[in-house]
């Protein structure tokens, strides 16, 4: 079975600029959860989604923005970025999204704003 | 706000040596986990503890958790060069709170 998926792999954009992120989670995961790894912390939390839900925000600017599909996959969305949003963005999936439930990762998007 | 904390940062040893990471966080939780991490890559899980005095252990990792404590380590056995990589613990508690990282690097 296929893993959590994301795409891109790497992306460069400018500073002002929007990106779209994207994941697929394993399947039958129903919650997926966005991560910001900048170089040399641990991740940070930014959403948690399940059944097309928000449930869950971390401490992010309104910049930063997630939606779930149907299929379960997910997209992050950056509005005016900013030299500091430069990291490795991760995604989770998990069955139900409760706290017992393990997140498995994807293997991140790295993004850097020049 | 729940913080997790891990020391060292850093921790350079030799091959066959033996060391322990430690995770202490701030607010009570019942589940934790370790994670690896090699440069540029995602995140592995290794272990998850779901109750105080659980012990794992997998290869030359060892993992436990005191909840009354709150804290977790990860010891390390006879250390090879291929357990190189960073390591995360990771608390529970509405969702995951990671700890700074601890970077291991194992020598000759």
């Known amino acids: 079975d296929a893993g959590v998926t994301q795409s891109p792999t790497h992306l460069i954009k400018t500073r002002g600029q929007h990106v779209t992120l994207r994941c697929s989670p394993i399947s039958g995961h129903k919650s997926v959860s966005w991560y910001q790894q900048v170089l040399g912390q641990g991740p940070q939390f930014i959403f948690q989604y399940y059944e097309k839900e928000e449930r869950g925000r971390g401490n992010f600017p309104d910049r930063f923005s997630a939606r779930q599909f149907p299929n379960y996959s997910s997209e992050l969305n950056v509005n005016a970025l900013l030299l500091g949003d430069s990291a490795l963005y991760l995604c989770?999936?998990?069955?139900?999204?409760?706290?017992?439930?393990?997140?498995?990762f994807g293997p991140g998007t790295r993004l850097t704003v020049l | 706000e729940l913080k997790v904390e891990q020391n060292p940062l850093f921790l350079s040893m030799q091959e066959g040596k033996n060391y322990t990471i430690y995770c202490n966080y701030s607010t009570t939780s019942d589940r934790l986990y370790w994670y690896r991490q090699d440069p540029g890559k995602s995140l592995e899980s290794l272990f998850v503890?779901?109750?105080?005095?659980a012990v794992k252990q997998e290869g030359r990792l060892m993992a436990s958790l005191d909840t009354k404590a709150r804290l977790s380590t990860l010891h390390i056995t006879a250390a090879v060069h291929d357990l190189s990589a960073t390591y995360f613990c990771a608390v529970v508690r509405g969702k995951l709170t990671f700890g700074q990282g601890t970077i291991l690097t194992v020598h000759p």
């Open positions: 989770a999936s998990s069955l139900l999204g409760g706290e017992t439930d393990t997140q498995y």
């Open positions: 503890l779901l109750s105080n005095g």
